[in-house]
């Protein structure tokens, strides 16, 4: 398996925010069910959900944890020249204090208003334990996958200070970062998380994931990262993509 193609499997999985989850149903067995969800990724670079009890998907995993979630290149002119990922997994609901916690942190953080009928709402966060991967990049680009996710060394307080500090000190920082990849300016982005490969930017209710020019492992190469875009005239290598 190429190191490439599981990136770019795994940039897909960044760049997009929302993909539709297949379970299987418990009320007319044998048929697959799919809705529509938002995730993010947690700390190990699961995809994380949020999902109520009441709700079909949620009654499907209880009884059959084995899923899947299709992702794909939204606003695409041709939905089969362009890349799909779709990730097979045991979905696992969160039942640790501290692992509700840190899911909850990050996940607010990317949909603000979750955090609301979260309160409000039975709703529980379940992590997608991933078993394999078929990814299309485009026509004749096919692969199975077994391995594509990549965990967050910045996962907790590290990511949280980053984040904070950037939002309240680099706003221009990161209008800078808009101008410079062309992305919606109607709104004030905020950043609402970091990773080894890039950063996503919440404009609104959309998410957007910006890549570095190369991997970030430390706090101090994210910031020479995050110091060198703010000043640079053009984005490195790929631009930012919808996320």
């Not at 808009?178 to 970091?194: C, F, H, I, K």
């Not at 492992?217 to 631009?239: G, I, S």
Request: aromatic share 10%; hydrophobic share 40%; charged share 20%.
């Amino acid at each position: 398996m190429s190191a490439e193609v599981a990136k770019n499997a795994r940039e897909l999985l960044l760049k997009e925010y929302r993909g539709v989850l297949s379970t299987h149903s418990r009320a007319m067995p044998g048929f697959p069910f799919g809705s529509v969800v938002p995730y993010c990724l947690d700390e190990r670079g699961r995809a994380l959900i949020l999902i109520s009890r009441i709700a079909q998907h949620t009654h499907n995993l209880q009884k059959d944890p084995k899923c899947s979630l299709l992702v794909g290149e939204r606003e695409a002119d041709d939905v089969q020249a362009v890349g799909r990922l779709t990730y097979l997994a045991e979905a696992e609901k969160l039942g640790d204090p501290e692992a509700i916690d840190a899911a909850a942190e990050r996940y607010y953080r990317y949909f603000p208003d979750s955090r609301n009928y979260h309160q409000v709402h039975d709703f529980d966060f379940w992590v997608l334990n991933p078993v394999r991967h078929r990814y299309i990049g485009g026509f004749g680009a096919i692969h199975w996958l077994d391995q594509i996710t990549l965990a967050n060394p910045f996962a907790g307080k590290a990511e949280t200070g980053m984040v904070e500090h950037m939002n309240s000190d680099h706003a221009k920082a990161i209008a800078h970062y808009v101008a410079l990849t062309g992305l919606p300016d109607s709104v004030p982005a905020q950043m609402a998380g970091l990773d080894s490969e890039g950063m996503h930017l919440r404009i609104g209710q959309a998410l957007y994931w910006l890549p570095f020019e190369g991997p970030c492992n430390t706090p101090t190469q994210v910031r020479e990262a995050l110091v060198y875009l703010a000043h640079a005239q053009e984005w490195p290598k790929k631009h930012a993509s919808p996320a």
